[in-house]
């Protein structure tokens, strides 16, 4: 398998904490009651079977992948006509909405409460320990979003649920409880960092935000960075055409990938290890583990989009390039596999 790299910094893939017999963050997780999908994928979002949830007054599974223990996914379910419990928390949130439609409000307490509607592809962070509380606008059909958070650092630092979920403290440099149009106002486009960087604290529709060209990435590939409600951890698009694929690349723990788009699959593998193939389309979502090659392949017949949740772990700098193979460097049973994938959706490679 392709070995060779354009290796141009030192990658430090083992950035997590060293678990112990403590195990925090897991046994809280645990003691939810609710299914915990381990491994790197889960093909589905939108039918991953989930358990009811107490804590949420929803239904919900953790996906807790690839032993990252700096950011972790969870899936959850609002009822039809329902609403879930509200929360506040001191650790970070990105979400995600994968099928349904609804509102969240948003406060900190003596503020006015600040609410928006939301539907499939809208995407949000909650601030920092802001309480929080969603509602399903549909009175038939159950609203899904699959959130990423920070969670385990938390848990792994603090070890305190009661000191997590129940202190008061306002983040007002993240969250200014008295700026009326904090989730409705425009978002803003700026250059800086990788090209392309949204500000905006939410994202109507993920699919139509604008993306700029990042060649470097692979031919036809557009990008585009968010950055949400002051939060560490970030989010970006992605987008490359039929007929292509991105060049492998590996970083730090912590990228969940969404897909949006398309349809497709991922090869995933360890420097010396043949690939393991995860197949994709909307709903599915991908975790990367710690330093691991990965190569994401569009076989369906538009352009694949997905959006991917990171911690700042899985972010690289720029200056420093990107750690990835190129397209001449790659193995060429690699090339063969994805001719063959396409052909058997009649979409020719147009590597
Ligand atoms: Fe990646």
């Known amino acids: 398998m392709a070995t060779k790299s354009a290796k141009e910094f030192e990658v430090h893939p083992y950035v997590q904490f060293m678990t112990d017999k403590y195990r925090p963050y897991r046994k809280w997780i645990e003691s939810e009651g609710i299914p915990i999908v381990s491994g790197s994928y889960v093909a589905d979002v939108r039918t991953l079977e989930l358990g009811d949830w107490q ?19 969870y899936v959850c379910e609002i009822p039809p006509g329902g609403s879930l419990k509200p929360g506040r928390q001191l650790y970070e949130e990105i979400v995600l909405i994968a099928g349904g439609r609804g509102a969240t409000t948003i406060w900190y307490d003596g503020f006015p409460k600040r609410t928006f509607e939301w539907e499939r ?5 909650i601030p920092l320990n802001a309480w929080h509380q969603h ?28 000191f997590i979920f129940n202190t008061s403290y306002m983040f007002k440099d993240r969250f200014n409880p008295e700026e009326d149009d904090f989730f409705t106002k425009e978002g ?10 949204l500000h905006s604290n939410f994202v109507a529709d993920i699919r139509k935000i604008n993306l700029v ?28 055409p039929v007929g292509r694929y991105k060049k492998a690349h590996r970083h730090g723990p912590g990228a969940h990938v969404c897909l949006l788009d398309s349809t497709g699959y991922t090869l995933m593998w360890n420097e010396g290890e043949p690939p393991k193939k995860y197949d994709w ?31 700042n772990t899985a972010v690289q700098r720029e200056e ?8 001449e460097d790659e193995d060429s049973a690699m090339r063969t596999m994805y001719e063959e994938e396409c052909a058997k959706n009649g979409v020719k490679a147009d590597m």
């Open 55 to 73: 804590r949420k007054g929803g239904k919900g599974a953790y996906l807790s992948f690839s032993d990252q223990l700096v950011a972790d996914g």
């Open 121 to 125: 592809g809208s995407l949000f962070a």
């Open 135 to 162: 509602f399903n606008a549909s009175g038939s059909e159950p609203a899904r979003y699959v959130a990423l958070t920070s969670a385990p650092v938390a848990f792994e630092l603090y070890r305190d649920p009661e």
């Open 188 to 197: 803003k486009y700026y250059t800086e960092y990788y090209g392309g960087i």
């Open 213 to 240: 060209p990042r060649e470097a990435r692979g031919k036809g590939t557009r990008n585009m960075y968010i950055h949400m409600a002051g939060s560490a951890m970030l989010a970006h698009v992605s987008q490359f």
């Open 281 to 311: 389309h909307e709903g599915s979502v991908i975790s990367p583990p710690a330093g691991t090659w990965h190569q994401h392949y569009n076989t369906g017949k538009v352009p694949c989009k997905f959006v991917a949740l990171h911690a």
């Open 320 to 327: 420093r390039g990107v750690e990835q193979i190129e397209f």
